[in-house]
């Protein structure tokens, strides 16, 4: 209890005794004694109670999280700016207040019967662009602000929330929602559209000297034919995306398996090249020793001899006719090339 309540009770005990002295004065008069005393206790208990419901009319205690308006009875002006948390004085009879909130509120409409302010299907239908029906359960946090609760009050009082919060979120939602198409909220523009529902209602709402904490979209609602129809088509998409997803991987194994192909094949042929390179190196060089040593065939040949042979029988047309004394015709500088023979199988 308060200071205030507290002389509203001392006030009220005081009436209570001077009630009481009324009651003794009556009852001294009735037994024909004096009834002065009575009626001092009474005077005494008036006074006091008058006195007392006057002073505790006069304190204005202002609790926090609210801003007290407070009007000229006579002139109907509002002192300004509004009274902040506190105590204060005030002049019974001449001054009056209204008490408004300034805390954090919280406006629900909904679907859900027992969610919003208002009992029953309270959500905000809208059509989009494409002409499907779409109902959005949307909350609105906001709060007052004490430099504007005069106006406030001149302009809405404590209506603001049935005669401009409801029906300003109500309209922007219809407005912002025709400028979008179902299958767009439906998808990735649902937070767009929530964005754009709340920046339009807090630009209305601070002319009114309210302020917009948030605006949520807490659900929206298709009709049933219309979900149907994008889920299958989600679905539809998912389902090409997994082939995409495949085709591409096959893709990349194949190009794998043909560039590791290409690379052997290069290998093998840059083998190839390098015994043919050798191979011709070879044969340069024993045409090189032939054209120096035009005996160096003969002499490759009987030095190839088994070391046993003695003599040999040859047919007579043989071209392998050699002559003795040609062996001794070698050049000084002849060395046999050293040349190794492979036989693959």
């Known amino acids: 209890m308060n200071f205030s309540g507290l002389l509203s009770v001392v006030a009220i005990l005081a009436f209570g005794v001077g009630i009481l002295g009324i009651a003794f004065a009556f009852t001294l008069a009735s037994q024909n004694r004096s009834a002065r005393g009575g009626y001092m206790l009474a005077i005494a208990g008036f006074a006091a109670g008058i006195v007392l419901f006057i002073i505790s009319s006069g304190i204005l205690i202002v609790q926090p999280a609210r801003a ?4 000229n009875v006579l002139s109907g002006e509002l002192e300004d700016p509004a009274r902040a948390p506190g105590t204060s004085i005030i002049i019974p009879g001449l001054q009056e207040y209204i008490i408004y909130p300034t805390d954090l509120q919280e406006y629900t409409m909904s679907g859900i019967a027992s969610e919003g302010r208002i009992q029953g299907n309270d959500a905000v239908e809208a059509l989009t662009v494409d002409g499907q029906v779409v109902r959005l359960d949307i909350t609105v946090l906001y709060r007052l602000d004490r430099e504007n609760v005069n106006d406030i009050h001149l302009t ?21 929602v025709s400028q979008f ?5 439906y998808g990735v523009e649902r937070e767009a559209l929530g964005g754009r529902i709340g920046e339009a209602v807090a630009a209305r709402m601070a002319e009114r000297g ?4 948030s605006l949520l979209v807490r659900q929206i609602e298709f009709n049933e034919s219309f979900a149907q129809s994008i889920e299958e088509k989600q679905i539809e ?3 090409l995306q997994r082939a995409r997803t495949e085709a591409e991987r096959v893709r990349t194994e194949a190009g794998g398996r043909a560039e590791a192909a290409i690379e052997a094949a290069r290998g093998r042929a840059e083998a190839r090249k390098v015994e043919a390179e050798a191979e011709a190196e070879a044969l340069r060089v024993i045409s090189d020793q032939i054209a120096a040593n035009p005996n160096l065939i003969q002499y490759l040949y009987v030095a190839n001899l088994s070391d046993n042979v003695s003599f040999a029988l040859l047919p007579s047309d043989t071209p392998f006719l050699f002559n003795v004394d040609d062996f001794t015709q070698l050049s000084e500088d002849f060395q046999a090339p050293q040349v190794d023979l492979e036989v693959e199988g």
Do not use: S
Request: no cysteine.
């Open 210 to 213: 309210l302020t917009l904490t």
């Open 181 to 185: 198409e179902a299958e767009a909220i």
């Open 156 to 176: 809405l009082q404590n209506r603001y929330e049935t005669d401009f919060i409801r029906p300003t979120v109500r309209a922007v939602a219809r407005d912002v």
């Open 237 to 239: 998409e998912q389902r």
């Open 68 to 71: 007290a308006v407070i009007v």
